[in-house]
């Protein structure tokens, strides 16, 4: 798995014991980190430890774990402070949606980019998205597609390149040749990543 390291200006690659560590509150950070946790979790890094400094809230809304609070010496740093590891653009008015909303659209943009975030595709993305959920869990069972599986995983191991990765889920969805139950499937094993609660829908009335 590779980072962008900002102190150095290059993608480095990550040690195999992982610590990283969140010294910053914004909630945008917080995903980054949380999104860093689970990419590498899957990406067999041992062990993978998230810590947080004391000021920094709890975010469950964010689908985040209340995190430790300390931090190893030898910990990667995810925050706003240009003396980080891994430095985070803040964006402003995360609280104009809901905080799964928020994720979405902070992933739809690479964490090193800048640029606003489109709130109203991420709420129109998650709704079509929730209810194709639902409607594809009344189809038959069917293996995950692998092709999809590693292309989106290729991506985020690759300096957690989150808008690449969505773009295969796009993909995917408006994929005629990957059978509904097949895409559940993908789609379940690539939110597990995401962290968008994109089951929430199945079974509801």
Request: aromatic share 2%.
């Amino acid at each position: 798995m590779r980072l962008y390291d900002h102190r150095t200006g290059q993608v480095e690659e990550l040690p195999r014991r992982l610590h990283i560590h969140v010294p910053s509150g914004a909630s945008r950070v917080l995903v980054v980190a949380d999104l860093l946790r689970r990419v590498a979790q899957r990406a067999k890094h041992r062990p993978v430890t998230v810590t947080r400094a004391a000021a920094v809230p709890a975010a469950p809304a964010f689908n985040i774990p209340d995190l430790e609070v300390a931090a190893p010496p030898d910990a990667i740093e995810v925050s706003p402070a240009p003396d980080a590891h891994l430095v985070v653009h803040e964006i402003p008015d995360e609280r104009t949606a809901d905080p799964l909303t928020m994720r979405l659209a902070w992933l739809r943009i690479h964490h090193r980019d800048p640029d606003d975030v489109d709130l109203h595709r991420a709420e129109s993305d998650l709704a079509s998205w929730r209810s194709l959920m639902a409607e594809w869990a009344n189809a038959p069972g069917r293996p995950l597609n692998r092709e999809y599986v590693a292309e989106a995983e290729s991506a985020l191991v690759n300096d957690l390149d989150s808008p690449t990765a969505l773009a295969v889920l796009d993909r995917l969805i408006a994929d005629p040749d990957v059978q509904p139950g097949a895409k559940l499937e993908t789609v379940i094993h690539l939110d597990m990543l995401l962290a968008l609660d994109l089951v929430r829908d199945i079974g509801r009335t």
